[in-house]
């Protein structure tokens, strides 16, 4: 009965494996806080993700539909031009063949 512990060691072990629980117990509380501030932020960057995935999408929509639109002035230049050519072209001719015919 050598190895018997006095009262006086039992309880100064006591109080220190106390001690630790706590400090453990504080340490576990911290983590858990973290993780769940961790899945916050999961979710989020997953709502944010899908908002980019969103926003790039009506981007390219608005990309073609900014093409279109680019494209109408230089069709209507195209139109006028032709208009113009074909104006002076059928005035030419008119004339050509006036001066034709006041020839005869």
């Not at 009965?1 to 629980?21: P, S």
């Not at 989020?44 to 073609?64: R, T």
Request: net charge negative; aromatic share 0%; charged share 30%.
């Amino acid at each position: 009965m050598d190895n018997m512990v006095t009262r006086q060691e039992h309880e100064e072990f006591a109080r220190r494996i106390d001690a630790e629980n706590e400090r453990q117990n504080r340490r576990i509380a911290l983590l858990e806080e973290n993780g769940q501030h961790i899945n916050a932020m999961t979710v989020s960057i997953e709502k944010m993700a899908v908002n980019m995935e969103n926003m790039i999408a009506e981007q390219k929509k608005q990309g073609e539909r900014l093409e279109e639109l680019e494209k109408v002035p230089a069709e209507t230049n195209r139109q006028v031009k032709a208009a113009i050519i074909t104006a002076l072209t059928g005035g030419v001719i008119g004339a050509a063949v006036t001066a034709i015919l006041s020839i005869i």
